[in-house]
C-alpha cells in the first residue's frame, strides 16, 4: 500500500489542538478566579454595610435618648467580653439581634463644646476569625 502525501492539506494538527485546549484551560481557570474573588469581595462588603447600618441605628437610638441618660454616662466603663473571649472596655452596648454583631459606644462629655458629648459607636464582629470595626461618631447637644 502506497500513502500519498497531501502538499496542501487543511486542518489541525494534534499539538495545534493541544495548546489551544491548554491556552483556553489556563484562561478559563483565570476568570474562575477572578470570580471567586469578586464572591468574596461582595461578602466582606455585605459585613460592612450590614455593620454600618447597626451602627447608624444605634447613633439613632442615642439621639432619642434623654441628655442626661444614665447610659450616655462617660466613666461607665463597663466591660463586655466578645465571642472569642476578648474582654473590651465601652461605657454602653447593645447586641444585635442576629448576634453576629455587637454595638458599643464611649461619651465623651463636653466636647468639642460645653454642655454636649461626643459618642463614639463602635460596631465589632468576627469574619473568619478576625476581629473586624466601624465607627461612626455624633454629637449630642442639651435641648
Given amino acids: 500500500m502506497r ?5 496542501n492539506a487543511d486542518g489541525f494538527t494534534l499539538i495545534e489542538v493541544l495548546i489551544t485546549m491548554v491556552v483556553f484551560a489556563v484562561g478559563i481557570l483565570g476568570l474562575a478566579m477572578m470570580q471567586l ?6 461578602s ?7 455593620a454600618s447600618s447597626l451602627a447608624s441605628d444605634q447613633i439613632e437610638r442615642i439621639m432619642i435618648w434623654d441628655y ?28 444585635d439581634p442576629s448576634g453576629n454583631y455587637d454595638a458599643f459606644w464611649n461619651v465623651q462629655e463636653d466636647t ?25 461618631s455624633t454629637i449630642k447637644i442639651v435641648r
Fill in 44 to 50: 466582606v462588603a455585605n459585613r460592612v454595610t450590614q
Fill in 3 to 7: 500513502f500519498k502525501k497531501l502538499s
Fill in 68 to 95: 442626661a441618660d444614665g447610659r450616655l454616662d462617660e466613666d461607665n466603663d463597663n466591660t463586655y467580653t466578645l465571642s472569642n473571649d476578648d474582654d473590651v472596655t465601652f461605657d454602653g452596648h447593645e447586641a
Fill in 112 to 136: 468639642p463644646e460645653n454642655d454636649s458629648k461626643t459618642v463614639d459607636v463602635t460596631v465589632i464582629w468576627f469574619d473568619r476569625g478576625q476581629r473586624k470595626e466601624l465607627t461612626m
Fill in 37 to 42: 474573588s469578586a464572591i468574596k469581595g461582595n
